[in-house]
């Protein structure tokens, strides 16, 4: 069985686009493959979030993660700082990371332009702590975005030189996994391509009815088609597409049909939507609410999550320790 490792940073509520793009493909896998899914509060570090949210934030992403459908008693969900040996890995690989290339490292650079107030070592380093994260479990896969596969490619690179460097076979060479044909991607109601915390326009999973049917009532539209089969702008596209996602097939059929032949009625369609949106968010939210008041679940699930992980994780620096040269007497 093939295992796979990823991390989800902790940083603010999923959205239809988390929901559709990763997790549910997420969801699936966990029953296919050996799973390793933490919360990255470490790397999350690196942007100073006031202590006083951090711990919150992290109960906030495992809440909404199994209320989604991933499963503690199938998948390792753990939080990534009760994994101190990621930590230790970290250290021993940053041996062999050399300055230049985390420096010329795409994140890196983006962070440095857009904070250069904040330009830590953590940062620097945020490379060689993501290859810890998944070669501690020697993972086969990573299901990652497009912006991680430089840092996947790093994870590889780091993989292969500890294998050079010591003469071993120990260190595999993980993988993105991108889901083939699968991946869905969720524009935003906006007229923009992608639906994105950082683009503002997310239609959230612990969102209320009514600021769903707020949200989508002010999706941008246009005057209408004004000839039968007319191509459609972008932003009437975006509302199809949201709707092929989320609405039954004929539903989406009924309003394609309308359009072509000039009937449509972009109010009917998004009142049809919003309502659509809500089947799919109501018994997620319910579930956040109701993994949030039971006192001790959220405990008892990373307590579980962190003990599996470490035996993967202890096997693997027992191994790496000794392939370096650090023996017990
Ligand atoms: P955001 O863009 O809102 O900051 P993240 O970068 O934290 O979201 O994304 C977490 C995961 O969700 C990634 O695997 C990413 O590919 C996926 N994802 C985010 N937005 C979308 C979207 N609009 N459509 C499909 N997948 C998405
Ligand atoms: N860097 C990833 C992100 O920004 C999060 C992450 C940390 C991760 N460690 C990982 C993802 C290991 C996959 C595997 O989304």
């Given amino acids: 069985m093939k295992?796979?490792?990823?991390?989800?940073?902790?940083?603010?509520?999923?959205h239809l686009g988390n929901y559709f793009g990763a997790l549910k493909n997420f969801v699936k896998m966990q029953h296919d493959a050996r799973c390793y899914?933490?919360?990255?509060?470490?790397?999350?570090?690196?942007?100073?979030?006031?202590?006083?949210?951090?711990?919150?934030?992290?109960?906030?992403?495992?809440?909404?993660?199994?209320?989604?459908?991933?499963?503690?008693?199938?998948?390792?969900?753990?939080?990534?700082?009760?994994?101190?040996?990621?930590?230790?890995?970290?250290?021993?690989?940053?041996?062999?990371?050399?300055?230049?290339?985390?420096?010329?490292?795409?994140?890196?650079?983006?962070?440095?332009?857009?904070?250069?107030?904040?330009?830590?070592?953590?940062?620097?380093?945020?490379?060689?702590?993501?290859?810890?994260?998944?070669?501690?479990?020697?993972?086969?896969?990573?299901?990652?975005?497009?912006?991680?596969?430089?840092?996947?490619?790093?994870?590889?690179?780091?993989?292969?030189?500890?294998?050079?460097?010591?003469?071993?076979?120990?260190?595999?060479?993980?993988?993105?996994?991108?889901?083939g044909q699968e991946l869905t991607k969720v524009p935003g109601l906006d007229g923009s391509g992608k639906m994105g915390k950082s683009e503002g326009n997310g239609i959230y999973l612990a969102d209320t009815d009514e600021v769903i049917r707020k949200k989508v009532m002010k999706a941008v539209t246009d005057q209408g088609p004004t000839e039968p089969n007319q191509p459609m702008a972008e932003p009437i596209a975006n509302i199809f597409t949201i709707m092929k996602i989320v609405s039954p097939e004929d539903t989406y059929?009924?309003?394609?049909?309308?359009?072509?032949?000039?009937?449509?009625?972009?109010?009917?369609?998004?009142?049809?939507?919003?309502?659509?949106?809500?089947?799919?968010?109501?018994?997620?939210?319910?579930r956040i609410a109701e993994i949030k008041s039971r006192q001790g679940y959220l405990h008892e699930v990373v307590t579980a999550g962190a003990e599996r992980a470490r035996l993967s994780a202890d096997e693997t620096m027992r191994a790496v320790r000794e392939i370096m040269g650090i023996k017990p007497f």
């Fill in 3 to 14: 295992t796979v490792v990823s991390g989800i940073r902790p940083t603010g509520q999923l």
């Fill in 37 to 179: 899914f933490f919360i990255a509060d470490y790397h999350s570090l690196t942007t100073h979030p006031d202590p006083e949210h951090l711990h919150g934030n992290v109960q906030n992403a495992l809440a909404e993660y199994l209320a989604a459908g991933l499963d503690p008693e199938v998948a390792t969900i753990y939080v990534q700082s009760d994994l101190p040996q990621t930590a230790e890995l970290s250290l021993l690989l940053s041996m062999h990371a050399y300055i230049g290339e985390l420096e010329r490292t795409a994140s890196f650079k983006e962070k440095v332009r857009k904070h250069p107030e904040n330009v830590n070592a953590g940062l620097l380093c945020y490379p060689v702590l993501m290859a810890s994260d998944i070669l501690i479990h020697r993972a086969d896969f990573v299901p990652v975005g497009k912006d991680q596969e430089q840092h996947l490619e790093m994870t590889r690179k780091f993989a292969r030189r500890f294998n050079t460097i010591y003469g071993v076979d120990y260190f595999p060479e993980s993988m993105p996994y991108n889901f």
């Fill in 253 to 286: 059929r009924f309003f394609l049909d309308k359009y072509n032949a000039c009937e449509i009625r972009y109010g009917d369609m998004k009142k049809q939507l919003a309502e659509d949106i809500i089947k799919v968010v109501t018994p997620i939210r319910d």
